[in-house]
Every structure is written in C-alpha cells, then in structure tokens.
C-alpha cells in the first residue's frame, strides 16, 4: 500500500478520523504537556534567579572565614558590633557572619525569637 495522509484512510462508514484535529485526545494531551513543560521552565528560572541573588548577598561564612574576616578588619568582633548597636549579648541566642547588600552583617536571633541585621564594618 503506498504512503497516503492518514486523514485520507477511511475509518469506516466513510469517516475520516484525524488523531491530530482539534479537540482529538492527542491535541487536549499535547495542550496539556506543553502547559506542565511551561510551569517547569518558569519555576526552574525563578528558582535560579532567586538562589543566585540569595547567593550573592545572603551567604553566610563559615567559622575559620568568619575569623580570617574579623582578623584582617572586614568585619568587627562580634562584641563590639553589639554594642554599637546598643544589645547585650545575653539577648543573642544565635549569631551568624554573612555577607550584606553593603558589606558583612551579623545576623543575629535574639532569645525571643526575633531576628535582626547588625552591621559587622
């Protein structure tokens, strides 16, 4: 039999059946993947933006880099960033060095449960 257009083939009673029309289940499917394709795309460039500015701007050292910054005058001790800013250490539950849109920052959580941002330059 020599290749003809499947819309050409007879489906019985003289019907011809297109699988690729409009409304066909492989249309609404395909419709439907496309939709799955583009919410996947979209959240993974979303997530991407948003992990690299994070990275950027909101990671924190670690301890021998938090020592080597506070050793070399990028960031103050922790004390005197307190009391610059007017808290007392026993207030401070957790404090972490990280890097700031201007600058290093202790980020600190008070036993309350509140947290804060407190210059470390």
Known sequence: MPLTDITSLDQ??????DPFRCGS????????????????????IAA???SNGAAAQG???G???ARAAIQSGQARPLAAALNS???NASKVARARLCRGGRGL????TL?????ISVPAN
């Open 12 to 17: 019985g009673e003289g019907e011809h059946h």
């Open 25 to 44: 289940a492989v249309d609404v499917r395909t419709r439907a993947m496309n939709r799955v394709l583009l919410l996947l795309w979209a959240g993974m």
């Open 48 to 50: 991407m933006l948003l």
């Open 59 to 61: 990671a924190c050292l």
């Open 63 to 65: 301890a021998a880099q």
């Open 85 to 87: 800013a007017g808290l």
């Open 105 to 108: 920052v202790y980020r600190l």
């Open 111 to 115: 036993n309350n449960g509140k947290r």
